[in-house]
């Protein structure tokens, strides 16, 4: 909708205008706070909140919500583990506390919060649940529970891109393949994308969809890989040296990452730093033989 002046019209402002008419309605008063929330006039929704009774579970609910859009992600949990253990446990609820829950690293206990229901009900949730799965190196039930969700969900965006890269680990290229075209340009797609090009060699195609992925993502760790692999293939060491520290450190504990750094190095010549990248993934796991041969290598 346009205002007169041509500005587009907040929601916030007009359930505003009608909550002042009508200043003892809480359920206008709950849609005003969360078309605050949505706006990002959060201080707003606070005063709301403080200054208006619009009654349980919506207040609580509504209060996690802000959490959430703030990035405070162990308020919003307390928040819906409250309502979880005081009987709530509707789907959004379920998965806002499991989201909030994963943002804190807390992937075990996001999981268990992830039930069928809910990711029956949400897509996002479906995406929420194959991520994690994925995440805690549970690839086989990962599998299972992605091609099930991908029945109730075929064409959600975010459940296609999590379950490519999910494919690309367990070595489904079909999959990969059928789910990053699902995808978009969603930038796990473009990566899959990527990454499958690597595998055919095609070094020009693959730089340019890791560099579309990253455009998107700048943070992703596995286009920056994929990038500086691109880059080896193209002979540039140093490009490539520097796209697999920094995929590297962003990965934090990912062995072969470390180990592609380390290579990037050496054959930029630069022996010193590659002797580090290769004793940092000896020291992350000392049973990794790859670590103890590349140093041998050396």
């Not at 505003?16 to 200043?23: K, M, R, S, T």
């Not at 994690?132 to 075929?154: C, M, Q, S, T």
């Not at 050496?266 to 992350?284: M, P, V, W």
Request: glycine share 8%; net charge negative; aromatic share 6%.
């Amino acid at each position: 909708m346009q205002a007169i002046d041509g500005h587009s019209e907040s929601r916030f402002d007009r359930l505003i205008a009608f909550l002042e008419q009508d200043p003892d309605n809480p359920n206008l008063a709950g849609d005003a706070i969360e078309a605050a929330i949505a706006e990002d006039r959060l201080g707003e929704a606070d005063a709301l909140l403080t200054s208006r009774d619009i009654g349980e579970p919506r207040a609580s609910y509504l209060k996690g919500l802000a959490a959430m859009r703030r990035q405070d992600w162990s308020g919003a949990a307390e928040q819906y583990r409250g309502m979880f253990d005081a009987g709530e446990g509707a789907p959004a609820i379920r998965f806002n506390l499991a989201w909030s829950l994963a943002m804190e690293k807390q992937s075990d206990e996001a999981l268990s919060f992830l039930d069928e229901t809910t990711a029956a009900a949400l897509p996002q949730a479906a995406e929420l649940e194959v991520r994690l799965r994925h995440e805690l190196g549970d690839f086989e039930a990962a599998e299972a529970r992605a091609r099930a969700l991908l029945e109730l969900h075929p064409e959600h965006r975010g459940l296609n891109a999590a379950v490519a890269t999910l494919a690309i680990d367990i070595e489904d290229t079909a999959l990969a393949a059928r789910c990053a075209g699902k995808a978009g340009d969603h930038p796990e797609a473009l990566t899959t994308l990527g990454t499958l090009a690597l595998e055919t060699e095609d070094s020009e195609l693959a730089r340019r969809l890791f560099a579309q992925a990253l455009e998107r993502d700048p943070k992703s760790p596995r286009a920056l890989i994929g990038q500086g692999l691109s880059r080896l293939i193209d002979a540039d060491q140093v490009g490539a040296a520097a796209d697999l520290d920094r995929g590297a450190e962003l990965f934090e504990t990912h062995l072969g990452s470390w180990i592609a750094a380390g290579w990037a190095h050496f054959t930029a010549g630069d022996l010193a730093t590659a002797r580090t990248r290769f004793e940092h993934a000896l020291a992350l796991d000392d049973s990794f033989a790859e670590s103890h041969g590349s140093l041998a290598a050396l």
